[in-house]
């Protein structure tokens, strides 16, 4: 592989497979690790995740994991996290309220609206905040995008949320704070469009360093 190295954090949940098959074949050279140097040398890291928030959580810690993916969201290479892998980058959880998450980003996750069928399990099409499109170098070209979302909770609705998908009313797709990325749909399940932002990852690893 010539391409950037990153790192898919691998603490046994998931498929974590599918993540990095997807990036090799955008051209990244993605490496399915725990090895802390490597991570450490990696242009971009990834955390994927699937599941119940807790059981995340505790995977992410027994495998020694979870400081290390602070550390990486905190250093200015990209840093991206997919489903329950955007949840665990908040302070907790409504499924496991007594289960703290990594405190990357404020705010608790919540349950999706009790008038909607729970999981939401289907595509839906992305509806990018104004000025996103110009913005968010992760986002480009997919302006109104179909993506494969599997969740029963999400994440708060704040001024990091740089998309939305209509699930009983605006919920928070793709979120950005300075190098951290977080999408609640998996790219890696969501055919062409998936692919597109994770070449868009790619390319922001080649050039690691993010302004804030």
């Not at 665990?88 to 289960?99: C, D, I, K, N, T």
């Not at 405190?103 to 996103?132: C, D, F, T, Y």
């Not at 494969?148 to 990091?160: E, G, K, M, Q």
């Amino acid at each position: 592989m010539t391409g950037p190295l990153i790192a898919v954090l691998d603490y046994g949940i998931g498929n974590l497979h599918s993540a990095k098959q997807s990036l090799c074949h955008v051209g990244a050279d993605a490496r399915l690790t725990a090895d802390p140097g490597l991570i450490g040398d990696a242009a971009a890291v990834v955390l994927p995740g699937v599941g119940a928030f807790g059981a995340c959580m505790t995977a992410l810690h027994k495998s020694g994991l979870a400081d290390i993916a602070v550390a990486a969201a905190a250093d200015s290479r990209p840093f991206i996290g997919i489903c329950v892998g955007m949840q665990l980058l908040f302070e907790g959880s409504e499924e496991a309220p007594r289960v703290p998450g990594l405190g990357v980003l404020p705010g608790v996750v919540k349950w999706l609206p009790e008038a909607e069928i729970r999981p939401q399990m289907q595509w839906n099409q992305l509806k990018l905040v104004p000025g996103a499109s110009s913005t968010d170098p992760l986002l480009t070209g997919l302006e109104g995008a179909w993506m494969y979302f599997v969740h029963s909770l999400v994440a708060p609705l704040t001024s990091s949320v740089t998309s939305v998908c209509d699930y009983g009313g605006p919920q928070p797709a793709t979120l950005r704070e300075g190098s951290v990325w977080a999408t609640q749909f998996h790219p890696e399940k969501s055919a062409a469009h998936g692919l597109k932002l994770l070449g868009n990852l790619t390319k922001l690893a080649m050039a690691p360093r993010i302004a804030s």
